[in-house]
């Protein structure tokens, strides 16, 4: 029987990120995952979906090409080379991580992982003792089970890359940032796309001017957008289902050592990541909303610094960028006006369209706008992107609001011009 400090079920970025540190502190640790180190972001989301959407960006500048001077014919998919590719890029990344995992000297068991008590869990028939345990299991998608007995093809996110060509048309239902980023990129390749949300906008998370502008765009690419109503009776053959995700925390055991769930099979932990069971921890999508691959990591790191007494600074989740990797890319930090109308809290708006950015001009990339919220002692409340390199443009803020910078110390910093992010320089300077 082994012995471990701490013992990770779970290969996703929560999971690899706290075994990575708790290495380096000198735990020994052992991480256990049924499919393989990455999870489901590097294995079928974040990254796989970002290749994807690669592609459908080059399909874009093809189609637009005449607009750069160069004129082409009409281009030939390959459908299975697209996804071929994303199947390189995951690739590629996870044998860094297993390189990784070797070179820091953690032990990792593939297989499904029990709890037999709340200091042993068995792994294919072995048994592994640990001091600590942290439950990084991530979360699976939801199910609309009045479509699941349908005779249509309803599918996940992660049914896509089992695709073997291109639909006619597709119907996605739920319209957050993975129902936008598959609508762009099937739209790109000339599916006809309906688009159906519940709430009364696309991103219904998003501002709403965001949200707005997305439609706009989405409307110009010729989709059918249905918002406000809930998906039933749907004629298309193939239905790409995209309502949000519930915690993967079921089969585990963890109904035998009392560990707490709570709604959509989440598992309720303090503000360490603590369930109620002292030696356990959970950190990730299994514990609940946001559900990002980079709060999962910071999760990770935090419980596996706390769990070696290094008394790390607590996660602050009001200062956490949410990132939708569509053309155009929205990206946002913060609070948003209806947020803050809501509380009732007195702030001043800076807002410019990239059309009078010259990188953007130079480029083609005029489409969307920055929006930026500022509290009356000049801190940023929130800020809202949607345009071209939006999702890198983000971090400015996120550093910015963790370490309370005022305005006055964005203006400070020179921007290299020309760039996009000089905008916000641009955008700030209407509060100066």
Same mark, same amino acid.
Not at 60 to 68: L, S, V
């Given at each position: ?5 701490l ?21 020994s ?11 489901? @972001?590097?294995?079928?989301? @974040?990254?796989?979906?970002?290749? /994807?959407?690669k592609?459908?960006e ?10 750069y #001077? ?13 996804l071929?590719?994303?199947?390189q890029?995951?690739?590629?990344? *996870?044998?860094g991580?297993?390189?990784?995992v ?22 294919d ?14 979360s699976?998608?939801?199910? =609309? ?27 996605i ?6 129902g936008?980023e ?18 009364d ?31 039933d ?9 995209s309502?949000g ?6 089969g ?7 560990v ?18 002292e ?11 946001p ?22 600074k607590?996660?602050?989740?009001? @200062?956490?960028?949410a @990132?939708?990797?569509?053309?155009p890319?929205v ?6 006006k ?17 059309? *009078?950015? #010259?990188?953007a001009?130079?480029?083609g ?12 002692d ?9 345009g071209?390199n939006?999702t ?6 996120? /550093? ?27 955008? =700030?300077?209407q509060?100066?």
């Amino acid at each position: 029987m082994k012995k471990y400090q701490l013992i990770i079920i779970g290969g996703g970025p929560g999971g690899y990120t706290a075994a990575f540190r708790a290495a380096e502190l000198g735990m020994s640790v052992a991480i256990i995952d049924d499919n393989d180190l990455g999870g489901v @972001c590097l294995n079928w989301g @974040c990254i796989p979906t970002k290749s /994807l959407l690669k592609n459908a960006e080059v399909m874009d500048i093809i189609n637009n090409a005449d607009n750069y #001077g160069i004129e082409i014919g009409k281009p030939k998919i390959h459908f299975d080379k697209i996804l071929d590719k994303t199947i390189q890029a995951r690739k590629r990344l *996870s044998k860094g991580l297993h390189f990784q995992v070797r070179k820091l000297g953690v032990d990792f068991f593939p297989g499904l992982a029990t709890f037999v008590s709340s200091s042993s869990i068995e792994v294919d028939g072995n048994i592994l003792e640990g001091e600590k345990f942290i439950i990084a299991t991530g979360s699976k998608a939801r199910e =609309l089970t009045h479509l699941k007995d349908s005779s249509k093809e309803v599918m996940t996110a992660k049914d896509i890359f089992n695709m073997k060509s291109l639909p006619d048309s597709m119907t996605i239902i739920g319209a957050g940032a993975i129902g936008i980023e598959f609508a762009y990129f099937f739209n790109a390749f000339g599916v006809k796309i309906t688009l159906i949300e519940a709430q009364d906008f696309l991103l219904p998370n998003e501002d709403e001017e965001i949200s707005q502008w997305m439609h706009k765009v989405f409307k110009r690419k010729k989709m059918n957008i249905q918002t406000g109503i809930i998906a039933d009776n749907i004629q298309d053959d193939h239905i790409l289902v995209s309502i949000g995700v519930e915690g993967n925390s079921l089969g585990l055991g963890l109904d035998k050592i009392g560990v707490s769930l709570g709604e959509n099979n989440h598992i309720v932990v303090n503000e360490n990541g603590q369930t109620n069971i002292e030696n356990i921890y959970a950190v990730g999508d299994v514990i609940g909303p946001p559900w990002l691959a980079h709060v999962s990591a910071a999760e990770g790191l935090y419980v596996a610094e706390h769990i070696a007494n290094l008394h790390p600074k607590k996660i602050d989740y009001n @200062c956490i960028p949410a @990132c939708t990797y569509s053309k155009p890319e929205v990206a946002s930090i913060g609070m948003t006006k209806k947020q803050l109308d809501k509380e009732g809290i007195e702030y001043n708006t800076a807002k410019s369209f990239f059309n *009078s950015n #010259g990188k953007a001009v130079a480029t083609g990339g005029t489409d969307g706008f920055i929006k930026i919220y500022v509290g009356s002692d000049n801190l940023i409340l929130g800020a809202h992107i949607i345009g071209s390199n939006a999702t890198e443009m983000i971090s400015e803020f996120s /550093l910015a609001m963790r370490n309370q910078l005022s305005v006055e110390n964005i203006l400070d910093t020179i921007h290299p011009h020309p760039t996009f992010s000089e905008a916000i320089f641009e955008t =700030l300077m209407q509060l100066k």
